[in-house]
């Protein structure tokens, strides 16, 4: 007979606890230094908004590395704000997607 017993996880304050099978097994927090930053967003219409928003979640470089040329404007960059919100969650303010749409094309 192949019984299955359910794994059930606690979380607190940093360690993780693992609880099945008559054991526990506890991992400890993990320490790491980030590097340096390498890229800052240029200068431009709305900055302050832009660093405000996206470095939440990520750095300059990935906007740096995203297509250029005269298709990549103001719809491109709608669209990259609207999957950062809706894709992968970002909380941007309805009143700042203008404001971030606005910068990128100008800048970018």
């Known amino acids: 007979m192949n019984r299955r017993v359910p794994l059930v996880l606690?979380?607190?304050l940093?360690?993780?606890t693992a609880v099945g099978?008559?054991?526990a097994v506890t991992a400890a927090p993990v320490n790491?230094?980030?590097p340096e930053e390498t890229a800052a967003f240029k200068p431009g219409p709305n900055l302050e908004v832009v660093q405000?928003?996206?470095t939440a979640c990520h750095s300059a470089d990935y906007v740096n590395i995203q297509p250029r040329g005269p298709k990549f404007k103001k719809d491109f960059w709608q669209a990259e704000v609207t999957k950062m919100i809706k894709v992968y969650g970002a909380t941007i303010?309805?009143?700042d997607v203008p404001k971030?749409?606005?910068y990128l094309a100008a800048t970018y």
């Open 10 to 12: 606690f979380l607190s």
């Open 14 to 16: 940093g360690a993780v």
């Open 21 to 23: 099978l008559g054991r």
């Open 32 to 34: 790491y230094k980030l």
């Open 52 to 54: 405000n928003n996206c």
């Open 93 to 95: 303010d309805d009143a």
């Open 100 to 102: 971030i749409v606005e």
